[in-house]
C-alpha cells in the first residue's frame, strides 16, 4: 500500500517564516499609514481641535456677558487647560462694544490678531450666511487677506491656515464672534523624513526577526527535538531515559513529565510481562514434568500402572487446566468481556453452601472452615463470579495457613444496604509493605517462586477484577505472623 507522506516543516521555519509575514504585514501598515492616511489625519485632527475649541467658547460666551467687567483671564485659563491645538490661536469679540479676548499658544502665527474690525465684520456675515458657522481657508501663513480666503482646503501639500468663524449671543443678548485660526503645514518634509526612517526601522525589525527566530528557536524548537531523541531511545526500549522536568518551559516540562512517567510505566509493564512468561512457563512446566514423569515410569516400569498414578496424571492436568482457565478469566475480567449477571440470591444460603463444600475438600488435609453468620440475608450478585472470589480467597487462606488450621467465613451487616463477606485465617499473613501490591498480577510475596505452596499469582487480581465489576468494596487487614482478614461487601437487596 502506497502511504502518501506529508512534508512537514520544522517549527524553526514555521517561526522565521510567521515574524518574516508580520515584518511585512507592519512594513505595508506603516507605509499605507504614510502615503494614504497620514495628511488626511493631521488636517482633520487639527479642524476638529479648533472646531472643539470654539464650542467650549461659545458655551462660556453663552453664560456670561462680555462686557468690560467680562475677566479675561478665565477664558485663557480654559484655553489652556484645553486641549488647545499647537499653532493655533482664538478670538472672541463683542462686536457691538468692540471688546475682544484673545488666547493661543503661538501669538506670532496669530493670522487672525490684527484683523481690521470691517474685516471681522466680514467674517460674521460670511458665518451667518452659512448658519452661524463657516471654516475658511488661506494659502499662506501671512497676515490674513480676507478677500482671498476660500471654502474648500487647498489639496496640494502647502501652508495653509484656517480660520474658524462661529457666531453666538452672550447672556445679555450681544452679538459675538468667536474667532478660530490654525496652521496647516506642508507634510512633504516629515514624510520623507519618516521614509527614510521607515527603511531603517524596516531593518532593524528584520534584525530583530532574526534575533527573536534564533531565540525563539533556542527556546521552543530544541527542547522538543532534545526530547524527541530521547524518546527515540524510549521506543528503542530503553525504559530508563530519564526526561529533563526542570529545564525548558511548561509544557515541554509537562511533556517530559508525561513521558518519565510513560517510562516507567512502560519499565513496569516489561517487568511484569517479563516475570509472566518466566512465572507462567515454570508454573506450566511443573504439572507437566510430573505428567511426563508418571506417564514414562507407568510405561517403563511393569506394575506402575496403578489408579493412584493415573490419579496424580489426572489431577495435574486438572491443575494444569485451572491455571490456563485462571489466566484465559483474568484478561477476559480485565477486557470486560465476562458480563456481570447481577442478581437477587440467598447470600447466606451461598456462602453455607461454599463453606460445606470446601470443608469438603480441605478436610483430610486437617482444615476446618466455619461460617458465621447471623440472619439470612439477600443480596446482589454474580453467583459464578463471586463464587470465583470465594474459592480464591479460601485457597490462599489454605496455602498460606500455618498450624492453625481454622477458617472462617464471615457475613456480617454493616449497615442498611451492605453486608460483609470475610475470610479469615491465622496463617503466615502478610508484611505491611507488600500489602498494597497483593492485589497485582503475577505479584507474589514469595519472591523466589518456591512451588511450597501451590498458587499463580494470579487468584487476588482475579478477585479484585471481580469485585470491581461488582463496584464492590475490598481490602485486607493482615498482621504478619498472626493471619489475615480478606473482606469486601455486597449490595443488600
Ligand atoms: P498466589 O497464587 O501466589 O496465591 P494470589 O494473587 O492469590 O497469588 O496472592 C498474591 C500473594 O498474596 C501471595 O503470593 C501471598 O504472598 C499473598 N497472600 C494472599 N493471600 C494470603 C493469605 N491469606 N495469607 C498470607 N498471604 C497471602
Same mark, same amino acid.
Given at each position: 500500500m502506497k502511504t502518501e507522506t506529508k512534508k512537514n516543516f520544522p517549527i524553526r521555519l514555521y517561526i522565521v517564516g510567521l515574524l518574516a509575514v508580520f515584518c511585512v504585514i507592519l512594513f505595508a501598515a506603516v507605509s499605507l499609514y504614510q502615503n494614504v492616511f497620514l495628511k488626511d489625519i493631521y488636517r482633520r485632527g487639527k479642524i476638529t481641535g479648533i472646531e472643539r475649541t470654539a464650542d467650549s467658547l461659545a458655551d462660556v460666551a453663552e453664560s456670561t456677558t462680555l462686557d468690560a467687567s467680562f475677566n479675561a483671564e478665565t477664558i485663557r485659563e480654559k484655553l489652556d487647560s484645553d486641549t488647545f491645538e499647537a499653532d493655533s490661536c482664538a478670538l472672541m469679540l463683542n462686536l457691538d462694544l468692540g471688546l475682544g479676548v484673545e488666547a493661543g499658544t503661538s501669538r506670532r502665527e496669530? $493670522?487672525? /490678531?490684527?484683523?481690521t474690525p470691517f474685516s471681522v465684520k466680514v467674517l460674521h456675515d460670511e458665518a451667518e450666511k452659512d448658519g452661524g458657522k463657516t471654516m475658511l481657508f488661506a494659502n499662506g501663513e501671512e497676515k490674513l487677506d480676507i478677500s482671498n480666503l476660500h471654502k474648500e482646503a487647498d489639496k496640494a501639500d502647502t501652508m495653509q491656515c484656517v480660520v474658524l468663524v462661529k457666531n453666538t449671543k452672550d447672556a445679555s443678548g450681544n452679538e459675538i464672534t468667536i474667532l478660530m485660526s490654525t496652521i496647516l503645514r506642508p507634510l512633504g518634509i516629515v514624510e520623507n523624513a519618516l521614509r527614510s526612517q521607515l527603511w531603517i526601522v524596516f531593518a532593524i525589525v528584520l534584525v530583530m526577526i532574526f534575533v527573536l527566530s534564533y531565540a525563539l528557536n533556542r527556546i521552543i524548537a530544541r527542547p522538543i527535538a532534545g526530547i524527541n531523541e530521547q524518546a527515540a531511545h524510549l521506543a528503542k526500549g530503553n525504559y530508563a531515559e530519564d526526561f529533563d522536568e526542570?529545564? @525548558?518551559y511548561r509544557e515541554v516540562t509537562e511533556l517530559a513529565k508525561t513521558l518519565n512517567r510513560t517510562a516507567k510505566e512502560l519499565g513496569k509493564a516489561d517487568k511484569v510481562r517479563n516475570e509472566l512468561i518466566a512465572n507462567v512457563s515454570h508454573d506450566l512446566r511443573t504439572p507437566l514434568t510430573m505428567i511426563e514423569g508418571y506417564a514414562e515410569i507407568m510405561r517403563d516400569?511393569? @506394575?506402575?500402572?496403578?489408579p493412584e498414578n493415573i490419579q496424580t496424571i489426572i489431577d495435574e492436568t486438572k491443575r494444569l487446566d485451572s491455571m490456563v482457565n485462571g489466566l484465559l478469566d483474568l484478561s477476559k475480567l480485565q477486557g470486560g468481556m465476562i458480563p456481570m449477571e447481577i442478581k437477587e440470591h440467598n447470600l447466606t444460603e451461598f456462602l453455607r453452601d461454599v463453606a460445606d463444600h470446601y470443608q469438603k475438600m480441605v478436610e483430610k488435609d486437617g482444615f476446618t472452615v466455619r461460617l458465621e453468620a447471623e440472619n439470612d440475608i439477600t443480596a446482589l450478585y454474580d453467583e459464578k463470579r463471586i463464587e470465583q472470589v470465594l474459592y480464591n480467597l479460601l485457597n490462599n487462606a489454605v496455602n498460606y495457613s500455618d498450624k492453625e488450621k481454622e477458617i472462617i467465613l464471615r457475613q456480617s451487616r454493616r449497615d442498611e444496604k451492605t453486608v460483609r463477606v470475610e475470610v479469615i485465617d491465622h496463617g503466615i499473613g502478610v508484611r505491611e509493605e507488600d500489602l498494597p501490591y497483593i492485589?497485582? /498480577?503475577?505479584? /507474589? $510475596?514469595?519472591k523466589e517462586h518456591k512451588r511450597s505452596v501451590r498458587g499463580s499469582g494470579l487468584g487476588l487480581s482475579i478477585v479484585r477484577s471481580v469485585l470491581e465489576n461488582h463496584a464492590a468494596q475490598y481490602g485486607v487487614s493482615s498482621t504478619y505472623g498472626k493471619g489475615s482478614d480478606f473482606w469486601f461487601e455486597l449490595a443488600v437487596k
Open positions: 496669530c $493670522v487672525i /490678531r490684527e484683523l526542570k529545564n @525548558g516400569i511393569p @506394575g506402575e500402572n496403578t492485589w497485582d /498480577r503475577y505479584y /507474589r $510475596v514469595d
